[in-house]
């Protein structure tokens, strides 16, 4: 594989792009920080196919971007590979209002071909390359200039791994059937709503503190407001106001911004600054929260009870002889929650349909049913379907 030197100018940066553009994949990795910013400052980007692989530096002067974020948002030729690349989606949507599509992360494909719910890049390289990563340069400052020769390797490393696995986990999905369960994951991935940094939807991001239209409507302000502030200041929102302070204000509002001083996560001086007038006039102007924006119920079955609570374990107990059996992770089939509501009764639940129904919902509600036990098979434990007539057959 060929390995480019930095690129820092637009030039060798466009004929990268154009070859690639010809490619099927093109895997990509960034590096950033964003201890002290509102939006992630964007410090590298590695690109790589099967042939070649580069290190662009995007805080060089004068580079321009465009064909690197043409390709990766507007070409739909090419798939775009990533690793727990939920971060570097975000960052790349900030740029440009769109995200990577077609895109394939490995970390969820993983889900589907072994019990590994959430593999690091390294553990990943480590199974199937047999490689150990040089993990020295992870917690560098990127932002600093130049950057080392060592840092640079380090980061197209982890392009480089990555084209030479992704070929072999797509063979192994092909292999197993696996690869459609994947497609409502990676389209999740993919969509840009999870990116956007709307104030009016901030709110979503934080635990109510009640279900009471008046503090729903407070917390919805405060937390617009909030997101105002930081993008203003280009800080996190977490400097401005922690999100259990942000829902304790909206829950018992002071009325004097004195009071502010004697909430817990603010400091004596929002008493009489700048900043805490401008949060006591948010409260002040706060409505109450339309009745179309309230938050849907968490959806519940009957009370589990004991006899209920017993067969919420035995379902997670059959999703761990399931995902043993198949090596799958557990949470690509279902979670806990979902479980205990199906124990409770309730239907129309995601693990009873489509792929997940015909791996495990179908037994998991045959033994909400009453028509799978469990059985000891040679030292193992087996799940056992139990005919109308009493007896049983092994499943």
């Known amino acids: ?92 949507y900030n740029l440009t209002g769109k995200t990577p599509h077609p895109i394939f992360d490995t970390q969820i494909a993983m889900m589907a071909i072994s019990q590994s719910e959430q593999i690091g890049y390294a553990n990943l390289v480590e199974s199937w390359l047999g490689k150990t990563i040089d993990k020295g340069a992870r917690f560098t400052d990127w932002s600093r200039r130049p950057l080392t020769e060592r840092q640079i390797e380090y980061a197209i490393g982890d392009v480089t791994y990555l ?5 072999k986990i797509l063979a192994k999905l092909i292999k ?11 389209e999740k991935l993919a969509d840009p709503a999870n990116y956007a940094n709307d104030p009016g939807t901030a709110w979503h991001r934080i635990r109510p503190p009640s279900r009471s239209a008046a503090v729903l409507g407070r917390l919805k302000a405060l937390a617009a407001w909030r997101e105002g502030e930081a993008q203003g200041k280009d800080i996190p929102r977490g400097r401005i106001m922690r999100d259990e302070t942000l829902a304790d204000l909206a829950s018992q509002p002071p009325r004097k911004q004195e009071e502010l001083a004697k909430v817990r996560g603010l400091g004596p001086a929002w008493k009489d600054n700048e900043i805490g007038r401008r949060l006591m006039k948010v409260l002040e102007t706060a409505t109450d929260l339309p009745r ?89 434990l087996k799940m056992t379907h139990i005919d109308d007539a009493g007896s049983g057959t092994a499943g």
């Open 1 to 92: 594989m060929q390995i480019h030197p930095l690129i820092t100018q637009s030039e060798p940066l466009a004929a990268l792009c154009q070859r690639l553009a010809l490619s099927e994949f093109v895997a990509v990795d960034t590096e950033f920080m964003r201890e002290n910013t509102y939006y992630p400052l964007l410090c590298l980007v590695q690109v790589g196919n099967d042939q070649e692989a580069a290190a662009i530096d995007p805080l060089a002067p004068g580079l321009d971007l465009t064909p690197l974020l043409d390709l990766l948002t507007a070409n739909e030729d090419v798939l775009k590979v990533f690793h727990a690349g939920g971060q570097d989606v975000e960052i790349i």
């Open 163 to 167: 084209a030479r696995i992704f070929p």
């Open 292 to 380: 179309e924006e309230m938050p849907d119920r968490p959806q519940r079955g009957a009370p589990l009870g004991k006899e209920g609570a017993l067969v919420a374990d035995l379902l997670k107990l059959l999703l761990k002889i399931r995902t043993r059996e198949i090596d799958v992770a557990a949470r690509l089939l279902t979670r806990s929650e979902e479980l205990e509501l199906l124990a409770a009764g309730v239907r129309g639940l995601p693990v009873l349909e489509g792929w997940r129904y015909e791996t495990f919902g179908r037994d998991a509600l045959d033994l909400v049913e009453g028509k799978l036990a469990f059985a000891v098979e040679n030292g193992r």
């Open 176 to 186: 197993t059937g696996r690869g459609h369960w994947l497609n409502a994951e990676m």
